[in-house]
């Protein structure tokens, strides 16, 4: 298993629960990004994570979204209260870097708010 | 803003040339990205151009000319297998300490016997 996995694969709740989303990057990989992937669109950057230091958190929608990454290993993508507009499949994806000229996307999480 | 534009979608027949274009407005460039997705799986990378001109991989080539804003990615001898969405990316400079790419809606290609 040398890819970046995602759980779960799929995740339907109702609107205003809590999901978490969780991403294991490939091993060494010290960048780490979620994209959002709403149907029939492309992808929206939400946020970077590059080792200890601060992340971008610039593409989070609202305060709902939320993210975590142990040093550089497992991130969790929270939002809390889902609405849904939050529909959506998330993907996860790490390089070697920021400079890493690729990103290697996991297989994403395909959220169904009802 | 940041303003990437690709067509919705194409059709083209196994065995021909399908070119894909995308055109970009960005207030900075820090490299042009093509990914390949199948529907259900996860994005593949297929290219990257920094500066101008052509990249030759195999059966897939992407062009870039940095002052039209203007790439294509080019498939010669279609199969079905490329069947699939090809999404343009362009990562800008204010992003260049992230490396956080900015995606077009994408195109999703349809090879036809």
């Known amino acids: 298993g040398a890819g970046v996995s995602q759980s779960p694969s799929n995740k339907v709740t109702e609107k205003g629960k809590d999901v978490e989303l969780r991403c294991d990057p490939i091993?060494?990989?010290?960048?780490l990004y979620w994209y959002r992937q709403r149907l029939g669109q492309g992808l929206e950057f939400l946020i970077y994570?590059?080792?200890?230091?601060?992340?971008?958190k610039s593409g989070l929608p609202s305060d709902r979204f939320s993210a975590e990454r142990t040093g550089e290993s497992v991130s969790t993508l929270t939002i809390q209260r889902t609405q849904q507009e939050d529909s959506a499949v998330y993907l996860c994806?790490?390089?070697?870097?920021?400079?890493?000229?690729?990103?290697?996307f996991g297989p994403g999480t395909r959220l169904t708010v009802l | 803003g940041q303003n990437i534009d690709q067509p919705t979608e194409m059709t083209a027949t196994e065995g021909a040339i399908v070119q894909i274009n995308c055109t970009y407005q960005?207030?900075?460039?820090?490299?042009l990205f093509w990914y390949q997705q199948h529907a259900g799986e996860a994005p593949t990378f297929l290219s990257y151009?920094?500066?101008?001109g052509l990249e030759e991989k195999g059966r897939f080539s992407s062009f870039l000319s940095r002052s039209k804003g203007y790439s294509y990615l080019l498939l010669k001898e279609l199969q079905m297998k490329d069947s699939a969405s090809y999404l343009c990316?362009?990562?800008?400079?204010?992003?260049?300490?992230?490396?956080?790419?900015?995606f077009g809606q994408g195109t999703t290609l349809q090879v036809k016997p």
């Open positions: 091993s060494g990989h010290t960048a």
């Open positions: 960005t207030s900075g460039f820090n490299g």
């Open positions: 994806a790490s390089s070697l870097g920021a400079g890493a000229v690729e990103q290697f």
């Open positions: 990316a362009v990562r800008d400079l204010d992003s260049s300490n992230t490396g956080k790419l900015i």
């Open positions: 151009n920094v500066l101008d």
């Open positions: 994570f590059q080792g200890n230091s601060a992340p971008d």
